[in-house]
């Protein structure tokens, strides 16, 4: 259970990452640039603990899939960047992705 909870801090670490990112303003706003680093450095260490006990293959789409859907709905939400009805649907997709990698695979680690 340990590597659930390291992978999903690990996620919201990468989120708020690339979060940042984008108000650092190509790294010339120091705060949000010093909030990209210690983020998305945190993630991988984090990202690092779960790959101890969870494959790899298994633990990046789950932290991809859930990392795009979150980003995106954060750049929806905060920066009013549109999502159209395919982005909406793929993002669904990829969810229902990351719900069957979880819930039927026999190498998700369960």
Known sequence: MNAYL??????????IATSSL????GFTQLGFT???IV???ASFYLLS???????????YAIWSGIGIVLVSLIAWFFFKQSLDLAALIGMGLIMAG?????VFSKVAGH
Do not use: P, R, W
């Open 98 to 102: 990351v719900v069957v990698i979880n």
């Open 22 to 25: 984008k108000l650092s303003n």
């Open 34 to 36: 010093i909030i990209t």
């Open 49 to 59: 603990l779960t790959l101890k006990t969870m494959h790899v293959g298994i633990a």
């Open 39 to 41: 983020g998305y450095s």
């Open 6 to 15: 390291f992978l999903f801090l690990a996620i919201i670490c990468e989120v």
